[in-house]
Nanobody, 117 residues
Framework: VQLQASGGGLVQAGGSLRLSCVAS????????WAWYRQAPGEQRELVAT???????RLSDSVKGRFTISADNAKTTVYLQMGSLKPEDTAIYYC????????????WGQGTQVTVSS
């Protein structure tokens, strides 16, 4: 199974970026897609989740600025980031996991987002 994240880059404060993560190698059901981020010297933080049923949750720090979505085939997840702030600077990781049997937990390689002030 491979998760390939892309879309990161350097953007000015107030700008937007769209991250994508494509999953391949197996079929998925009953899962939760998630985006995490980790800033230098900080712990990894959960940013957003979307279930296979389409329910979404966002952390308070990004609510109103970010949205998470998935394509119809549910093999690609997106994180649309707007009104970016310097404190959003981090490596962003995608993750897909299933918490009931058959369990799985896969991670993408991370994509760097840098927001300049």
């Amino acid at each position: 199974v491979q998760l390939q994240a892309s879309g990161g880059g350097l953007v000015q404060a107030g700008g937007s970026l769209r991250l994508s993560c494509v999953a391949s190698g197996r079929t998925f059901s009953g899962y939760v897609w998630a985006w995490y981020r980790q800033a230098p010297g900080e712990q990894r933080e959960l940013v957003a989740t979307i279930t296979s049923g389409g329910s979404t949750r966002l952390s308070d720090s990004v609510k109103g600025r970010f949205t998470i979505s998935a394509d119809n085939a549910k093999t690609t997840v997106y994180l649309q980031m707007g009104s970016l702030k310097p404190e959003d600077t981090a490596i962003y990781y995608c993750n897909i996991k299933r918490r009931v049997s058959p369990y799985y937990d896969y991670w993408g390689q991370g994509t760097q987002v840098t927001v300049s002030s």
